[in-house]
């Protein structure tokens, strides 16, 4: 493995160490590619194939005379300085970036890129088997985790394209995408005679040269067949245009059309609905929608998009789709309108989840059906998970909640444990009384209901951070203190965190666990133990 402090690439300079004005300065002028590093200091790596970057490092970066940095290179990550310099720190990313034409693959300590991608894997399974339900028309209702009808998919799709064209979410950067479309250089061959061609360039002299172009002897008064000529019958005329018929613009018509599809079947079933129903008019709304509709259909006709072919294959990697400003957009409401039904966790963050590995997020969803894993286990696998959904009988108006205090656990009662209940992001507000003063928001809450009914609560906050002695950081403890102060009828509350040290402050002999503290929670499951049993005593003793 190569270490550099400082690696000079086509377009720009990038600086993992301090080095000198003297230093940088014989960097940008000389044939030099980069300024050696060693191990044990912050550096730009490389195998030979690729360059590494690493997790909660900030890296200089500065562009070259010829081509300036500009706020368009930071728009992920970091931003932009004075002087042509700007700043990046990748928190909490783990996987490929991109700085221009340069690619960098980011890696951490605390999880490396195989075990990530199982952790990946596990999320997707665990989601999809918690958010897919059976709905019910009996108003607010309790369902269980089971596959959802397919017809209530169109129901999300419907509401949410709405949704997106009511909140302006679409249109402006299809404007913009007009206006700054992705173009190409698309090269066109067309085979003419010798006689007729206007411009022979070197690839044309190659392809005769190479046999590609069909070569005839050419007529001479010689007989001497020593002095015979031969020339091309026909020549391969090669010449370069700009196209928008490009992968990107490609997708984008896939798009339009797609929504023309949605629309066109929504307003399709309202129409049914009005028909069937003599107490209910949709006429509003399927105006509305069919305004919309035409909308997108003037697009399709418009010489821009007559341009555009049908699309093959979505490239999912491509990089006008998943960093162009508009096209990244676009291409992120198509994620959203193919998650259905609404995902209990957000759409915003399961982009951030599956496509920018936000490592944070991930610990977060770990740590939450962690929780569910060891209470199902001390409930002796007898627990059903449970979640609310927001239900109407009209017509589309099915709807699954995406605030996060919507998803809960019911963990039901027993000879040995009490009823409980575990909530994902649960509002605690002075109005509601459940707070002294202001909002509070833990990550995760254990409400436990004690046999005359009275309701105590654990808090719990995912943290994936570590302090330099492999215990939790202070300044999460601290926060864990304004839970327990803060929200009525709190027993303790603990930081959830991927190191080694438990660290727990009691503050109240009668209650098991009551203060304040620091679990650890590894992604390997090897501290599961420690959280299971401040769990079970904590169950226990209100039982």
Known sequence: MNYYKAKKFKNFIIIASNISNTELLQLKESNSKCIQGTELEPSIRSDGQQYFLSEWQEYTFLGTTEKPLTTDDFLQNGHLGINNTGFITFKNFIGMTRFREQLFEVDSEKVDSNQLQNLLSYIDQRIEETVSLNFSSQGIATGEYKKSPERFKKFYM????????????????????????????????????????????????????????????????????????????????????????????????????????????????????????????????????????????????????????????????????????????????????????????????????????????????????????????????????HIKTNTESKIYSVSLSENNDEVEFFFPESKIFPKSRLTFQHSFTKSNSTSYSVEFRPDFTLEIISDQNKKCYYHFDSKFRISNYGSSKNDDIVKMHSYRDGIVGTIGAFVLFPGDQKDIYLADSRHPYSGVGALPLKFDGSTDSKIKLLLLDSLKSFK
């Open 158 to 385: 419907y509401q949410h394209l709405y949704k997106m064209l009511t909140d302006k979410r679409i249109v402006p950067y299809l404007q913009i995408i007009q206006k700054y479309p992705n173009q190409q250089i698309e090269t066109e061959i067309l085979s003419v005679p010798l006689s007729r061609t206007k411009h022979i360039s070197t690839e044309t002299i190659a392809d005769i040269m190479s046999g590609v172009s069909e070569i005839l002897v050419a007529k001479s008064s010689l007989d001497n067949t020593q002095f015979r000529s031969f020339l091309p019958k026909n020549v391969n005329e090669y010449t370069r245009k700009t196209t928008v018929n490009t992968n990107g613009n490609q997708f984008i018509k896939f798009f339009i059309i797609y929504c023309v599809k949605l629309l066109t079947n929504f307003i399709r079933d309202l129409v049914a609905d009005d028909a069937n129903n003599l107490y209910t008019s949709n006429v509003l709304l399927i105006e509305e929608l069919q305004a919309y509709r035409k909308y997108f259909q003037k697009l399709l006709i418009n010489p821009f998009f007559k341009q555009v072919s049908a699309i093959n294959h979505i490239n999912f990697s491509s990089t006008i789709l998943t960093k162009k400003y508009g096209y990244k957009d676009v291409y992120k409401l198509y994620l959203e309108l193919k998650q259905v039904p609404m995902n209990v966790f957000g759409t915003k963050d399961l982009i951030l989840l599956f496509k920018n590995k936000s490592i944070d997020k991930i610990y977060e969803y770990i740590c939450l059906f962690r929780l569910v894993d060891i209470l199902n286990s001390i409930y002796l696998n007898k627990s059903a998970e």
